[in-house]
């Protein structure tokens, strides 16, 4: 099921009829170390402001991507605006965002 499939994309997760001449992201015990090794002082100066940087664009990101796809969901319709045909008489329907009504 689509759940199942989603959850498996993660890293390193294989898939049944993946080729076995290419590897996985499997993480190996040196990757391991390492991260366990990894310095976890505090950052300060230059590196602190870029990191607060970064993650307040990324939260930003995170908040405008729930507005934007909530304001999509309420403006979607269930025919296409140019040929009224519903999703079972069409092929594919395609979707295009506009600003100021324009294309």
């Known amino acids: 099921d689509v759940y199942s499939d989603l959850m ?8 049944s009829g993946d080729r076995s001449d ?7 015990d040196e990757d391991f170390e390492k991260r366990r090794l990894w310095d ?3 950052l300060t100066g230059s590196n602190l402001a870029m990191a607060k940087l970064w993650l307040s664009k990324a939260r ?3 908040s405008f991507g729930r507005v934007v796809s909530g304001i999509i969901q309420d403006h979607k ?5 140019l040929c009224a045909r519903t ?4 092929a594919s329907l395609v979707g295009g965002l ?6």
């Open 8 to 15: 498996a994309i993660g890293e390193g997760a294989r898939k």
């Open 60 to 62: 930003k990101r995170r």
């Open 87 to 90: 999703k079972e008489t069409c």
């Open 98 to 103: 506009s600003k100021g009504g324009l294309r």
């Open 40 to 42: 976890r002082s505090p």
């Open 77 to 81: 319709e269930d025919k296409c605006s």
């Open 22 to 28: 290419i590897s996985s992201d499997d993480e190996g």
